[in-house]
């Protein structure tokens, strides 16, 4: 089984940046694809970016295109999201999640297998 964990994540002003960092344990090498969502209360689950793990090919929302980053380090397991010139809007719980199989639609929170519980980042303006 895939474990998930996320970090990272806190309060910064309108213009910082934060790095989130999720790590994979257990059987990783059995994943496809690596995505990040996120999700404010009493807001639908976002799709924000995803990579995919062996080719590292990525994909962005067009809210975060151009001030957010999705990298892997492979040797440590761990996918990276990096976030500039944030805005009051970016506020969320942002969580990882991981595919084992090649998804008809990426951006379909329902389709992947594994998740992490999350972390808190919160933009003040």
């Known amino acids: 089984q895939v474990q998930l964990v996320e970090s990272g994540g806190g309060l910064v002003q309108a213009g910082g940046s934060l790095r989130l960092s999720c790590v994979l344990s257990g059987r990783a090498f059995n994943i496809y694809r690596m995505t990040w969502f996120r999700q404010a209360p009493g807001k639908e689950r976002e799709f924000v970016t995803t990579?995919?793990?062996?080719?590292?090919?990525?994909n962005y929302a067009d809210s975060v295109k151009g001030r957010f980053t999705i990298s892997r380090d492979n040797a440590k397991n761990t996918v990276y999201l990096q976030m500039n010139s944030l805005k009051p809007e970016d506020t969320a719980v942002y969580l990882c999640?991981?595919?084992?199989?090649?998804?008809?639609?990426?951006?379909?929170?329902?389709?992947?297998?594994?998740w992490g519980q999350g972390t808190q980042v919160t933009v003040s303006s």
């Open positions: 999640a991981a595919a084992q199989l090649v998804l008809a639609n990426i951006k379909d929170s329902r389709r992947y297998d594994y």
């Open positions: 990579i995919n793990w062996s080719a590292g090919i990525t």
